[in-house]
C-alpha cells in the first residue's frame, strides 16, 4: 500500500518479502553505528500484526521500483495525536534521499494523517542526521544522558520534536 509520492521516491507500507532487505539494512557498517538494531522477530511481529500502533515502511525509488531506505514508525494509536519516527536508514547515500523521504514523510504524517507532534531522537554524534532534521524545523528538545550502551560505552541521545503548525505546508 503506497502512503505517498514525491518527485523520485515513494513510500509504501512494508510487508515480509521485504524482510530481509530491512534486516540487511540494520546491520550494514554505515548504519549500524548510528541505530539500535531489531530483532527478526520484533520485525515479523510488525509486517503480519497489521498493529495500528507501529507500522515499518519502504521508501523505493519511482523509477525503478528498487528500495533505497526504510523506517519504522511508532506509537501511531494513541490519545494525544503523535507520532515517532523511530528508526531510519537510507541505503543509497548522498542523493539527497534522507531530505526528500523525511519531507514526504512529514507531509503524510501531518497533511494525510493529522497527527499534532512528530518526534524522534539521535545519537549525537550523527552530525548528517542532527542537520538534516534541523533544517526540516525539528526542534531539539532534550538530552537522554548515557541512555544506550554500545559496545561497553554508554551514548547520548537528542530529543527532537516538531509539530504540526511548525511544518511548512509549502514543501
Known amino acids: 500500500m503506497i502512503l505517498i509520492e514525491g518527485p523520485r521516491l515513494r513510500i509504501r507500507r512494508a510487508d515480509l518479502s521485504d524482510l530481509n532487505f530491512i534486516l540487511d539494512l540494520q546491520v550494514k557498517p554505515e548504519n549500524v553505528k548510528f541505530i539500535v538494531p531489531f530483532s527478526q522477530e520484533f520485525h515479523t511481529k510488525i509486517l503480519t500484526s497489521n498493529c495500528a500502533k507501529s507500522m515499518d515502511v519502504i521508501i523505493e525509488e519511482r523509477e525503478s521500483n528498487l528500495p533505497v531506505g526504510y523506517f519504522m514508525l511508532s506509537e501511531m494509536d494513541n490519545p494525544h495525536n503523535k507520532i515517532e519516527l523511530t528508526?531510519?536508514?537510507?541505503?543509497?547515500?548522498?542523493?539527497?534521499?534522507?531530505?526528500?523521504?523525511?519531507?514526504?514523510?512529514?507531509?503524510?504524517?501531518?497533511?494525510?494523517?493529522?497527527?499534532?507532534?512528530?518526534?524522534?531522537?539521535?545519537?549525537?554524534?550523527?552530525?548528517?542526521?542532527?542537520?538534516?532534521?534541523?533544517?526540516?524545523?525539528?526542534?531539539?528538545e532534550g538530552v537522554m544522558r548515557d541512555v544506550i550502551l554500545t559496545n561497553g560505552v554508554y551514548e547520548n541521545l537528542?530529543?527532537?520534536?516538531?509539530?504540526d503548525s511548525e511544518f511548512p505546508t509549502n514543501i
Request: proline share 0%; with cysteine.
Open 158 to 163: 537528542i530529543l527532537f520534536g516538531i509539530l
Open 87 to 140: 528508526q531510519g536508514i537510507i541505503d543509497k547515500k548522498n542523493c539527497g534521499y534522507g531530505r526528500e523521504t523525511f519531507t514526504l514523510l512529514l507531509k503524510w504524517i501531518f497533511g494525510v494523517k493529522k497527527y499534532h507532534r512528530a518526534f524522534l531522537d539521535c545519537k549525537e554524534y550523527n552530525s548528517v542526521g542532527l542537520h538534516l532534521y534541523e533544517s526540516l524545523g525539528f526542534k531539539r
